[in-house]
């Protein structure tokens, strides 16, 4: 086991003693770890591990029971909520509104109005942006690599992926672990949850392993053996 | 203040959008009226002076229950994206648009079926319609959004919002009979209604961002 020590870098992300309880169940099971930025974050562990619960706290979409998220030096993750993008397991998107619509939607949230800046982010996952078609028509390929696109439309300095490889081929799914190192190289911190760690095997930084609640191990290689 | 007007802005354009591609809330909301007018027309039949009499009311009711249908609607695209942060005043402008359209539609229909002709100054009914749309809509989205994480939202929202619009209801048609029947002033009314609207269009302003991140 390869253990990860950051001991010279400032963590972006401090996590102490993180509990989540949804009613007698502990999705979360206290808790801490210190996330270092410019680094790519493979999440990983069973079903009911936590990892998507880490990932909503992180994000400040869910509230801990117990415990305390700070996060670029503040514990108010809504004062920060722009530095971050989260893309969740379902799209995000309308269905009813093409992929650029879509974005610019999500842009003008942000106060970016400029629609050059949507068409790049677009390019940049690898879709066509002038693809007129609803969302509702895409492949779940196209809308996770257009959910993606959402998630890092206002350049945020954290990216939060739950799952961006799921019923995605094998090429996207390349396509996508390339475009996520070349973010990580240019300054941004990536958690990607996945259960198809072998797409992050070159790419991630760190894994980290999560057990009934628990980061149980932090290591610079995946272990083939932990992954489902 | 021109950051919180953009994003209201863009939040309303992509509610017309979207309702304009799937027209859900209108097909729906209009097709619930237009089954409590062809029904209550054949249930009574009334003179005209008493289609003025009870116009009002009818008209109102008929709205209203047409309206829950929409306002059910108004989270349910964003509780399935999970994207709860869009603006208040944007969603209740984008539902006021929506029964408004509805109004738009039906009025003519209530004035073919009940034979209807305003014996007061006319003008008024635009006035008490564009102030009981909104009390309707700012309490409707409000709750609406209370309700989203029950389970029977489709029930809690109308156990909700009646109760409390009782005196904007009562208010809008007063005003609406007294304008159709020329008896007596719509004036009280009309300042009633204003008034509610000042206090729940605020207090809702206020408690949203409390409902928004109760878990």
Redesign the interface.
Known sequence: MNHVSHAAATPIIVIHDLVKQFGRFAALRGVSAEFVSGRLYAIVGENGAGKTTLLRSLAGLTRPTRGTISMLGTTDLRSVCRQVGYMAHPSLLYDEMAGMENLRYFARLYGIQDDQHCARTTAAVGLDPKLTRPVGQYSQGMRQRMSLARAMIHDPRILLLDEPFSNVDAHSARQMTHLLKQLRDAGKTIFVVTHQASQLEHAADEFVQMEAGLITRRTRELMMAETP | MS?IT??A???LS?DL??EW??KDAINSMLFFALLVVVIFSFSFDPTAEESRRIAGGLVWVAFLFAAVVALNQTWA?EL????LDALFLAKAFGNFIFVIVLETFMTPLFIVFYNLRALGPAYQLLIVSALGTWALVVNGTFFAAMSLRTRSREIMLPLLLFPISIPALLATVEATTAILTGDFSAKFWIVLLAAYNVVFTTACLLLFDTVL?A?
Do not use: G, H, T, Y
């Open positions: 950051a953009n994003v802005r863009a939040s992509k959008r979207l591609r799937s695209r399935r994206n999970q994207v991140k878990e």
